[in-house]
């Protein structure tokens, strides 16, 4: 038995009579125990669920497939990844020692140890944290297997790498500067962030949830999509949904932390539960653009696999008005999907040659030197990025710091990611930025035509960032700081989105 997730096609409703449902036709097929519906038929409002779960062999899913095919999408569940750049620790064996510049010893670090194969591919091997000492014990025989060691710290400090059977790792502090700005906001071109930037924009963030965190209070969590189901409560143990939504939306409190993009947009966080099926990051992209009206959605998730079920989940989204954006992938290779649609606008990651400490793991994350698909004496693709003609721009998206829900507090913590997961949301709240000073983004109406004017400021803010069209697109969306008013979507366009 497997689980199929069916939905009408776009094509076919138009002919199907007012009271057709495909529950009840559905339930009309069950006859044996080859074919049953899953789940509640109604969502949480009580309308009936544009998605049906079943389980069928091979016989059920023939039957489903010669009464439905012509009307329904019937999918197997594909599995959607965070898109994380080259993140990856033993039991006794290699002591690692874990220290900062002052010798203290860290914590509570993931440690991840890379081997090589007879074949010379590197691999992980094991994965763990350090004890309250600071060491960890790495099952790892004999030590000259060991390649190189990524250290992750919990808060404060950047991730570091070593190579060889390193039995000490030093990890550098963050430093936080006065004005609370990254190089990924300079590059974006800010000189300054207000509390109120990005005020009349609505960000939708589909994600593993936002965790609890003092820079986040502001942060609307909408609820749980898993397995078709919906939860109001949040699942608020993700560090990655937790950091995406800090470079969208954080206001640093205290000594530490860096600004969030756009701070005063309203941030709406759609947390998808378990394996991210498309099923349920369609459902919340739904929720998010029919029932609170978002303008933007960032999905920083990826899949080799094209869904037809979430393609009109992002077509009826465009409809609406909304655009969403989506990282590339972190898999040196094509571009996945969603952000391979051509409605979606697919971000590649850069990095800075200059923007993150030498010695760190973010620094080794792009090329040393200037090469032929890249001119420019700043920037570079990250290793990791996918890219291709599907690039519609490039967002910085190595080595940037945002907040972290452990230590599971109310404080939280900062660290340090890598991916066109990090990059994807830097654009989308620069793009919010840019909306929020047009006079003319308020009053548009919510369908099509609002959709492809938040495409032509996106175009209008693109400045190339001497990369290949194929690594950057259009380039890297940047703020005038001595304009009040960025591009509003009219004039004379350098080329489409898509």
Same mark, same amino acid.
């Given at each position: 038995?497997?689980?199929?997730?069916?939905?009408?096609?776009?094509?076919?409703?138009?002919?199907?009579?007012?009271?057709?449902?495909?529950?009840?036709?559905?339930?009309?097929?069950?006859?044996?125990?080859?074919?049953?519906?899953?789940?509640?038929?109604?969502d949480?409002?009580?309308?009936?669920?544009?998605?049906?779960?079943?389980?069928?062999?091979?016989?059920?899913?023939?039957?489903?497939?010669?009464?439905?095919?012509?009307?329904?999408?019937?999918?197997?569940?594909?599995?959607?990844?965070?898109?994380?750049?080259?993140?990856? %620790?033993?039991?006794a064996g290699?002591?690692?020692?874990?220290?900062?510049?002052?010798?203290?010893?860290?914590?509570?670090?993931?440690?991840?140890v890379?081997?090589?194969?007879?074949?010379?591919?590197?691999?992980?091997?094991?994965?763990?944290?350090?004890?309250?000492? %600071?060491?960890?014990?790495?099952?790892?025989?004999?030590?000259?297997?060991?390649?190189?060691?990524?250290?992750?710290?919990?808060?404060?400090?950047?991730?570091?790498?070593?190579?060889?059977?390193?039995?000490?790792?030093?990890?550098?502090?963050?430093?936080?500067?006065?004005?609370?700005?990254?190089?990924?906001?300079?590059?974006?071109?800010?000189?300054?962030?207000?509390?109120?930037?990005?005020?009349?924009?609505?960000?939708?963030?589909?994600?593993?949830?936002?965790?609890?965190?003092?820079?986040?209070?502001?942060?609307?969590?909408?609820?749980?999509?898993?397995?078709?189901?919906?939860?109001?409560?949040?699942?608020?143990?993700s560090?990655?949904?937790?950091?995406?939504?800090?470079?969208?939306?954080?206001?640093?409190?205290g000594?530490?932390?860096?600004w969030?993009?756009?701070?005063?947009?309203?941030?709406?966080?759609?947390?998808?539960?378990?394996?991210?099926?498309?099923?349920?990051?369609?459902?919340?992209?739904?929720?998010?653009?029919?029932?609170?009206?978002?303008?933007?959605?960032?999905?920083?998730? %990826?899949?080799?696999?094209?869904?037809?079920?979430?393609?009109?989940?992002?077509?009826?989204?465009?409809?609406?008005?909304?655009?969403?954006?989506?990282?590339?992938?972190?898999?040196?290779?094509?571009?996945?999907?969603?952000?391979?649609?051509?409605?979606?606008?697919?971000?590649?990651?850069?990095?800075?040659?200059?923007?993150?400490?030498?010695?760190?793991?973010?620094?080794?994350?792009?090329?040393?030197?200037?090469?032929?698909?890249?001119?420019?004496?700043?920037f570079?693709?990250?290793?990791?990025?996918?890219?291709?003609p599907?690039?519609?721009?490039?967002?910085?998206?190595?080595?940037?710091?945002?907040?972290?829900?452990?230590?599971f507090?109310?404080?939280?913590?900062?660290?340090?990611?890598?991916?066109?997961?990090?990059?994807?949301?830097?654009?989308?709240?620069?793009?919010?930025?840019?909306?929020?000073?047009?006079?003319?983004?308020?009053?548009?109406?919510?369908?099509?035509?609002?959709?492809?004017?938040?495409?032509?400021?996106?175009?209008?803010?693109?400045?190339?960032?001497?990369?290949?069209?194929?690594?950057?697109?259009?380039?890297?969306?940047?703020?005038?700081?001595?304009?009040?008013?960025?591009?509003?979507?009219?004039?004379?366009?350098?080329?489409?989105?898509?």
């Open positions: 038995m497997k689980i199929l997730a069916l939905a009408v096609r776009r094509a076919a409703r138009e002919s199907l009579s007012p009271d057709w449902n495909l529950a009840d036709r559905v339930a009309s097929l069950t006859t044996a125990d080859d074919l049953a519906l899953l789940g509640e038929v109604n949480e409002d009580g309308e009936p669920k544009p998605i049906l779960l079943v389980k069928a062999d091979p016989d059920g899913e023939q039957r489903l497939k010669e009464a439905l095919d012509d009307i329904v999408w019937i999918e197997e569940g594909i599995p959607h990844h965070p898109q994380i750049g080259g993140r990856g %620790g033993f039991n290699f002591q690692i020692d874990v220290v900062n510049t002052n010798g203290d010893r860290l914590r509570d670090c993931r440690v991840t890379f081997t090589e194969s007879d074949e010379g591919k590197l691999s992980p091997e094991v994965n763990g944290r350090t004890d309250w000492n %600071g060491s960890y014990e790495a099952a790892v025989h004999p030590a000259d297997r060991i390649k190189q060691i990524i250290v992750n710290p919990i808060d404060g400090h950047w991730s570091a790498v070593a190579f060889g059977a390193a039995s000490r790792v030093v990890c550098l502090p963050i430093e936080y500067p006065a004005d609370r700005l990254g190089w990924w906001h300079r590059s974006l071109g800010f000189e300054a962030i207000s509390a109120d930037q990005g005020a009349g924009v609505k960000i939708g963030v589909i994600d593993q949830g936002c965790g609890q965190h003092a820079a986040l209070q502001h942060v609307q969590r909408i609820g749980t999509f898993g397995q078709n189901a919906y939860d109001p409560e949040d699942s608020d143990d560090n990655h949904g937790t950091h995406v939504c800090g470079i969208v939306s954080a206001i640093p409190k000594d530490v932390g860096f969030g993009i756009a701070p005063g947009a309203e941030l709406y966080v759609a947390a998808i539960s378990g394996t991210h099926y498309q099923w349920d990051i369609a459902n919340a992209l739904r929720t998010l653009v029919r029932k609170h009206g978002v303008d933007l959605v960032n999905i920083s998730l %990826g899949a080799r696999t094209r869904s037809n079920i979430l393609v009109e989940a992002i077509l009826d989204a465009q409809e609406r008005g909304c655009l969403c954006l989506a990282a590339a992938g972190n898999e040196s290779g094509p571009v996945l999907w969603p952000a391979n649609f051509e409605s979606v606008v697919a971000v590649s990651a850069v990095g800075s040659r200059w923007g993150v400490p030498a010695g760190t793991f973010a620094a080794g994350r792009i090329p040393d030197a200037i090469d032929a698909e890249s001119q420019s004496a700043e570079a693709l990250a290793h990791f990025s996918c890219k291709g599907e690039i519609n721009c490039c967002g910085p998206g190595v080595g940037i710091v945002s907040t972290r829900s452990e230590p507090d109310e404080e939280g913590g900062w660290w340090d990611m890598s991916g066109t997961s990090m990059a994807s949301p830097a654009v989308c709240a620069t793009l919010a930025v840019g909306l929020s000073r047009s006079e003319e983004f308020a009053d548009l109406p919510r369908d099509a035509s609002r959709n492809s004017f938040i495409r032509k400021v996106l175009e209008e803010m693109c400045e190339s960032v001497g990369l290949v069209p194929h690594h950057q697109g259009l380039g890297m969306p940047r703020v005038d700081s001595s304009d009040a008013r960025p591009p509003d979507g009219a004039g004379d366009h350098r080329g489409e989105v898509r």
